[in-house]
């Protein structure tokens, strides 16, 4: 959905960071074993829009069984938790930029954003993150790239992300915030 207006664009990344704060506590919680006797035979379900909320309306029925036995198994549960971690990043990521893109290719103000420093470092990180962790610029986010205290220069070219940055937990408010600063402060 493009954001129409200033305000509602505000509002989507407001919502961005919600879900992603949302995620990262429920991250936390799936860390204490005292969680994990809740979720054995629990089940998520999916109810057609009209219908009450009962489980013999769902439409689909997930076990939730297969999540607790990881969380359970040390040797799994960093795994399964840094994945989820890293998947909230991406779409905290992958959101504030395309949202944050439409709005200002629909007010004629791109050359703004391809000018803003965490445009150009969310660019890079999602990518890779969303790839196969390797560091890659491109003509629009050319090194070096310099965000807050993390730069990226020529010589970062091709190297894995990991050896680079710890993510999500420094960079992920960071950007959000810049962003969120960005279209109160430079976007018409």
Request: contains cysteine; charged residues 25%.
């Amino acid at each position: 959905m493009r954001p129409e207006a200033k305000d509602k664009l505000l509002e989507f990344l407001n919502l961005f960071q919600n879900n992603f704060m949302t995620g990262m506590a429920a991250t936390y919680l799936l860390e204490q074993p005292e969680s994990w006797d809740l979720l054995e035979g629990a089940y998520i379900g999916f109810v057609p829009a009209g219908l009450e909320l009962k489980e013999e309306n769902f439409s689909y029925k997930f076990p939730v069984h297969a999540a607790t036995n990881a969380l359970r198994k040390e040797s799994l549960r960093h795994g399964l938790l840094l994945g989820f971690r890293n998947m909230l990043f991406r779409t905290l990521l992958a959101e504030t930029i395309e949202h944050v893109r439409e709005y200002c290719e629909g007010t004629h103000q791109k050359d703004k954003l391809l000018a803003s420093d965490w445009y150009n470092f969310a660019r890079l990180i999602r990518n890779a993150e969303t790839h196969d962790g390797t560091l890659r610029f491109d003509k629009k986010a050319k090194p070096p790239v310099i965000f807050k205290q993390w730069h990226l220069d020529g010589a970062d070219e091709g190297k894995q992300l990991a050896e680079l940055i710890t993510i999500p937990n420094t960079t992920a408010v960071p950007i959000l915030e810049s962003a969120r600063l960005f279209v109160k402060k430079e976007l018409a």
